[in-house]
């Protein structure tokens, strides 16, 4: 059963950075599109960002120059880079390799908290 970990959440200033990681057991990122999860508060789950075995990456909108996925299969290690955050992006951060619109093919980790306030 694939397990996955996501790291690297905290507390940030509006403009401020982060790195998040999420590593997962056995050699999944070679052969599936991962992808970047969050949800605030009383909202749904959205897809924010995903990478594919190819590396083509696909950003949410609201996230298109600000955050980079980037993976590294030997490591099997798939990160999101965060700069310039916003209050709005305050949420819990998953990763999960998409399904469809809908489903994921994994069980969902503990998520990394980030949290963008001054």
């Known amino acids: 059963q694939v397990q996955l970990v996501e790291s690297g959440g905290g507390l940030v200033q509006p403009g401020g950075s982060l790195r998040l990681s999420c590593a997962g057991s056995?050699?999944?990122?070679?052969?599936?599109?991962m992808g970047w999860y969050r949800q605030a508060p009383g909202a749904q789950r959205e897809l924010v960002a995903s990478?594919?075995?190819?590396?083509?990456?696909y950003y949410k909108d609201s996230v298109k120059g600000r955050f980079t996925i980037s993976k590294d299969n030997a490591k099997n290690t798939v990160y999101l880079q965060l700069n310039s955050l916003k209050p709005e992006d305050t949420a819990v951060y998953y990763c999960?390799?998409?399904?469809?619109?809908?489903?994921?093919?994994?069980?969902w980790g503990q998520g990394t908290q980030v949290t963008v306030s001054s």
């Open positions: 056995g050699s999944i990122f070679s052969l599936y599109v």
């Open positions: 999960n390799a998409p399904k469809n619109s809908d489903s994921v093919f994994f069980t």
């Open positions: 990478i594919t075995r190819n590396s083509i990456t």
